[in-house]
């Protein structure tokens, strides 16, 4: 069945630093989904992305799909500490069934 | 916040009793889906529901069935629990089958 690839699986920065998490596919998606989960938390819908090659961008985050619709990245410019989290992609396998990335979780050292 | 409700929020209980977890949404969403969240395999679909009686099986089905009898309540039943089943259950909803799902608080379920 289809697999949503998710790296790294951690990513420990200093504040003010770059973060990036990626997302492949082996097959073409309809679309992707980014979420965020803070500790302890639940995860919260970002962004949908549907278009090839589709950039957008959230104040500090951007988010791309990728021409070939098999992969996504979230980038996070300039961390801050309210940043902390797992950052989950998502695609739908079928018609109303998503799966889930394994999630990329950071954390920042102030 | 979307309006969902999941009870109970925390439960622990033994081996093979059955346990029943609730989720009430107020948004008349159509689709409702059921996710455990285990360390090291982030979120993983157990069923869902695309409208009243209409359920079918997500990747890890197995020991767990579900009941929607109204539009606004989907239930999630352990038969006989087993300590493999300790874990985070989120609840989620959305309008469409391709939309944003929206989630729950969660459940926290230990079984002994």
């Known amino acids: 069945g289809q697999q949503v690839m998710q790296i790294p699986q951690y990513q420990h920065v200093q504040e003010g630093e770059d973060f990036t998490t990626y997302c492949n596919s082996s097959t073409t998606l309809s679309n992707i989904q980014w979420y965020k989960q803070r500790p302890g938390g639940h995860p919260v819908f970002l962004i949908q992305?549907?278009?090839?090659?589709e950039v957008k961008k959230q104040k500090r985050l951007t988010f791309q799909f990728g021409e070939a619709k098999k992969n996504s990245s979230l980038h996070i410019t300039a961390t801050q500490t309210t940043d902390v989290g797992t950052y989950f992609c998502?695609?739908?396998?079928?018609?109303?069934?998503?799966?889930f990335g394994s999630g990329t979780r950071l954390s920042i050292r102030p | 916040d979307a309006g969902i409700t999941q009870s109970p929020r925390h439960k622990v209980t033994e081996t093979g009793t059955p346990v029943t977890l609730r989720c009430h949404q107020t948004e008349n969403h159509r689709y409702m889906y059921w996710y455990r969240q285990d360390p090291g395999h982030g979120l993983r679909l157990i069923h869902y529901s695309y409208g009243v009686k209409d359920t079918d099986k997500g990747e890890v089905s197995d020991g767990y069935s579900v009941s929607r009898s109204k539009t606004e309540d989907f239930l999630l039943t352990l038969e006989s629990a087993t300590s493999s089943q300790t874990s985070v259950y989120f609840c989620?909803?959305?309008?469409?089958?391709?939309?944003?799902?929206?989630f729950g608080d969660g459940t926290r379920l230990s079984i002994l």
């Open positions: 998502a695609a739908y396998s079928s018609a109303s069934k998503i799966i």
């Open positions: 992305l549907v278009k090839s090659g």
């Open positions: 989620a909803i959305s309008g469409g089958g391709d939309q944003p799902q929206h």
